[in-house]
């Protein structure tokens, strides 16, 4: 029988039980107290709530308002609240916070109901949207028990903090460009409608929504990816919860349930998209602007991070062209590789190119798995043994890449063997570069050959001789000797070679001998107008590698990258006018507050008539002499100048061509100078650079929209001409037979 408790016994126990939830209160009340007095840790300050630190990935934007790249550690991109579909909003809300719009950060209805909110079927988490927001900005979930607790009380501060500080719109658009969305490194609703859907978050539907914001609570098990059944699942359930909360009706519930994941994904990757090579280089430059500028944070003190600050980085370089560029490297490129291959076919490299075990001794000391095995402690021996051993490989191909079993050794002979190739084209007036094609694969060849490579130049340095000389009155319709030559003067006596298949006999204009790329001739002009004017003028139009005064630089015989020589170009196509390279115009804060604006150097490098009389010269290339496939295999008749070059050995082949709205240089060559073509007919400039420039040329004269027209021409000088163009009047002049003469009978 049990005893029946007394009336004081009653009221002792009652009063046992009051002292502890007071005491577990009164705990509580000091724990909350000393955490907001951050004596657990410190909690965000004001400054911190206005201005939350969240990795934001820097976007790289063209010229036609394209994001064409990122830099980033996580790949996230800002929204406003008005980018953000509704049915995102509604799913997250439905979902994760069904309150959300009622409570000021902290639902305790929720917090003490959640049990039975998971009974009744209403699964939800027992953070609301405020508090994850929190977790996400400014702490890393603990999984220390007492810590996570301490953290959890953090939260509730800091979420009532948010309330205060910004609006319910503001704090649903932070936490979407804050959360995880799993693999691929996507982070925010903007990185993972792109990479899911490739669509903007605006366009989100209900169903793309709900998938989204069901990978919330688990990126992983829900990936659509790697887990679709599961990522199904939670797709469905994510809509329900929508039907509940009244956001969408049962009958359109039921209709989006019923449809497929419908991905289009398009996982981003730095080494993605166009313009790899444009973006790594930007990148470089983009940092050293900031440190040699003394760019810093509003506390100037704090530098910033260009893959974490979200910086907009705006640049010239229009999306289209630049595709278009890519476009027409990959149509050629696959051709002419093929062309090499035949070529070499059968041929043993040993045997047929001397230095050739040198250089694969070389690729293989600077290769990633040399150096890893010296750090490992292999000796050379070891190493040679492993280089020797097949192992599996990726290797590019103009096909796609391939997997394959091969010796490390014979890679890299693949490799020496794989014909490289750069283009930049640019606005001559401007200076803006419209297109930036740095090589043939920037995951597998990172090495940029527009500004960062030098190459020799060959004879697209010859119209540098004929400017000086035409500054000095000469005439292209100067008649010289096409004959040897040899200049003294300049140490040791130089006389230059002209291949007798391509050698023009006789007598020949000076506009002939560019047309036709004669040697002889060029070291004439060169003779009369000395080396140190060329190489200053050469210099003049911004030409920053080492251009030494000596007679054989008027061959080519210096390196320069393809960046400096195009600009060089662009001053014949701008009245002589030379105006810097520019590919970058800005850079703004992630709140649109302009850190850098460039403007570019511009200097009169040659007189107005010179630089119209070169492109009269160089037009001559085009209509008659080395660059006649433009006319005859391209079917390009409108007015092009330019300038094919090989370099000895057909080392190097270049093609430089100029219109009067884009000036565009090409190169291509292998890694090494002493692999390349064994014969001129194919290892030309004219045959491994111009067809680049021709296919590109015609996909941009295809495009109305990009406003490069075929019907203008190179703007004469407004004072006229005292040059005289007109070759049968200017031999009449010669001879002292004018019309006037004649009639006179002089």
């Known amino acids: 029988m049990k005893a029946k408790l007394s009336q004081q016994d009653i009221k002792r126990y009652n009063w046992y039980i009051w002292r502890f939830f007071i005491a577990c209160f009164a705990i509580f009340a000091v724990i909350l107290f000393l955490i907001a007095f951050q004596v657990f ?6 400054r911190e709530l206005e201005n939350p630190k969240s990795d934001q990935a820097s976007e790289v934007i063209s010229s036609d308002k394209q994001v064409i790249g990122k830099y980033y550690i996580k790949n996230r991109t800002s929204v406003t609240y008005k980018q953000i579909s509704p049915n995102v909003i509604n799913a997250l809300v439905a979902t994760e916070d069904a309150r959300f719009f009622e409570h000021s950060g902290i639902d305790f209805q929720r917090t003490f109901t959640i049990v039975l909110y998971n009974l009744v079927g209403k699964k939800q988490g027992g953070s609301t949207i405020t508090q994850q927001l929190a977790l996400n900005l400014f702490s890393e979930r603990s999984h220390n028990p007492f810590k996570r607790v301490v953290q959890k009380l953090q939260e509730w501060i800091t979420a009532v903090k948010l309330e205060r500080n910004y609006t319910k719109e503001e704090i649903l658009t932070l936490y979407l460009n804050t959360v995880d969305f799993g693999a691929y490194n996507t982070f925010g609703i903007s990185s993972a409608s792109r990479t899911y859907f490739n669509v903007t978050p605006d366009k989100l539907t209900p169903d793309q929504a709900a998938l989204l914001i069901g990978m919330i609570n688990g990126p992983g098990i829900y990936s659509p990816i790697n887990h679709p059944d599961n990522a199904l699942n939670r797709r469905n359930f994510v809509l329900r919860r929508m039907a509940e909360e009244n956001y969408l009706s049962a009958g359109q519930a039921e209709e989006f349930k019923g449809k497929p994941l419908g991905l289009k994904f398009n996982p981003i990757d730095h080494n993605d998209g166009i313009a790899t090579y444009f973006r790594a280089v930007l990148k470089k430059e983009v940092q050293k602007i900031m440190v040699d500028k003394a760019i810093f944070k509003p506390d100037g003190v704090t530098p910033y991070d260009l893959d974490r600050d979200g910086l907009k980085i705006y640049t010239t370089i229009n999306a289209t062209m630049q595709q278009y560029a890519e476009d027409a490297q990959k149509e050629y490129m696959r051709n002419l590789q093929a062309q090499f291959n035949a070529h070499w076919k059968g041929i043993s490299l040993w045997k047929t190119i001397p230095t050739f075990k040198s250089l694969l001794d070389k690729g293989m000391k600077r290769s990633d798995r040399y150096i890893a095995a010296k750090q490992l402690g292999k000796s050379d021996e070891e190493i040679r043994e492993e280089f020797n051993t097949p192992a599996k490989m990726n290797l590019f191909t103009w096909r796609g890449d391939i997997d394959t079993l091969m010796k490390p050794i014979d890679s890299i002979v693949y490799c020496k063997m794989m014909l ?11 200076g803006y570069i419209k297109a930036w094609v740095g090589g043939t694969n920037f995951e597998h060849f ?44 300049y140490g040791t006596p130089w006389s230059p070679r002209s291949s007798p298949s391509e050698t023009v006999p006789g007598v020949i204009t000076l506009r002939t001998a560019l047309a036709r790329s004669q040697n002889w001739v060029t070291a004439y002009v060169m003779n009369e107008v000395k080396p140190q004017p060329v190489a200053d003028l050469i210099k003049k139009m911004g030409i920053t590698s080492p251009v030494p005064p000596y007679p054989s630089i008027c061959l080519g015989t210096f390196d320069a990258s393809v960046f400096d020589m195009t600009g060089a170009y662009s001053a014949f196509a701008n009245q002589g006018v030379w105006t810097e390279p520019t590919y970058l115009l800005r850079i703004e804060d992630k709140n649109g507050n302009v850190l850098y604006n460039n403007s570019p150097r511009v200097v009169q490098a040659i007189n107005e008539q010179t630089a119209y009389v070169m492109t009269y010269m160089l037009k001559a290339v085009i209509d008659e002499g080395t660059g006649w496939r433009m006319r005859g295999t391209y079917k390009l008749m409108n007015p092009i100048g330019g300038k094919t070059g090989t370099t000895n050995d057909n080392s190097d082949g270049w093609f430089i061509g100029i219109t009067p709205q884009l000036v565009t240089g090409v190169w291509t060559g292998c890694e090494d ?25 015609k996909r941009v004269y295809a495009n109305p929209e990009l406003g490069i027209k075929k019907n203008v021409d190179f703007v004469p000088p407004k004072s006229g001409l005292s040059i005289t163009l007109d070759c049968n009047a200017y031999s009449q002049q010669q001879t002292g037979q004018t019309e006037v003469e004649k009639k006179l009978d002089f």
């Open 41 to 46: 840790g410190p909690l965000p300050s004001f």
């Open 420 to 430: 490289r190739n750069a283009m930049m084209s640019m606005d001559p007036t401007t």
């Open 446 to 489: 990172k090495y940029d050959q527009v500004k960062m490579g030098t190459r020799q130049v060959g004879s697209t340095a010859k119209p540098f001789t004929y400017t000086v000389a035409v500054e000095n009155g000469f005439s292209p319709c100067m008649q010289v000797p096409n004959e040897p030559i040899t200049i003294t003067g």
């Open 673 to 697: 100078r002493d692999i390349h073509f064994r014969s001129t007919r194919l290892g030309e400039g004219a045959n491994t650079a111009l067809p680049i420039f021709a296919l590109y040329m």
